[in-house]
């Protein structure tokens, strides 16, 4: 079984956070629907998109809106988001050190897997596994499909939020978190993840005394 790293997507390996609350606020301005401050809009990100709208609008219908945002986020996924500084680079090193790369994401498989192609890194992952019914994070479900996927043996969960660490906790991995995404440092070190860093550059390192462990 090949040592298997799981990463978050949103906030950790793209810096998508401009489109998705592009889409956001795009739908709730066409229901006439007030919208979030930055602040209550950072609380929502990486949750359940129904549970997010059913969180920013009580009492509105939370299935239309996050239809509504499906169908304008297709279109604009890509219009701002990007791969963070050096990602594609440590994936690629990560490959070559002989680590199955997947992704365990709130998105939609399918969704999940057009971001990634659309800015540039489908092709240095095994595999993306979205929610798709399956308990959110900080269940570890979506985390434990993702490493079955490629029949691999699940090594660390990196993400940005602590739904990540939790899950990966929950799955029985070491848990890398960055700061670069939707959660900060102190609100990530309140779950004690493994590892706290303001960048993913120090992952590749980390690995080794992790896997050592398994």
């Known amino acids: 079984m090949k ?93 070559g050190e002989g680590y199955a790369l997947v992704v365990a994401t709130t998105k939609r498989t399918a969704t999940a897997r057009k971001l990634a192609e659309a800015v540039g890194i489908l092709h240095l992952l095994d595999h993306v596994q979205g929610t798709d019914g399956l308990p959110a994070k900080p269940a570890p479900d979506v985390v434990e499909a993702a490493v079955q996927a490629v029949s691999g043996q699940g090594v660390c969960m990196v993400g940005d939020t602590v739904h990540d660490v939790l899950a990966g906790k929950a799955a029985g991995l070491c848990t890398f978190a960055v700061t670069w995404g939707n959660h900060d440092a102190a609100t990530l070190a309140a779950v004690a993840p493994d590892h706290l860093e303001p960048t993913l550059e120090p992952l590749s390192e980390r690995l080794e005394p992790a896997l050592a462990r398994r």
Do not use: K
Request: no cysteine; hydrophobic share 45%.
């Open 3 to 95: 040592p298997t790293v799981v990463f978050d997507l949103d906030g950790t390996l793209v810096d998508s956070l401009a489109d998705i609350t592009a889409s956001f606020r795009h739908v709730l301005r066409a229901f006439g629907l007030p919208e979030p401050d930055d602040r209550a809009m950072a609380g929502l990100i990486g949750r359940p998109l129904v549970e997010m709208f059913r969180r920013a609008a009580p009492g509105a219908d939370a299935e239309a809106l996050a239809e509504a945002y499906r169908a304008h986020y297709r279109e604009h996924m890509a219009d701002r988001s990007r791969p963070y500084p050096g990602v594609p680079e440590l994936l690629a090193r990560l490959r």
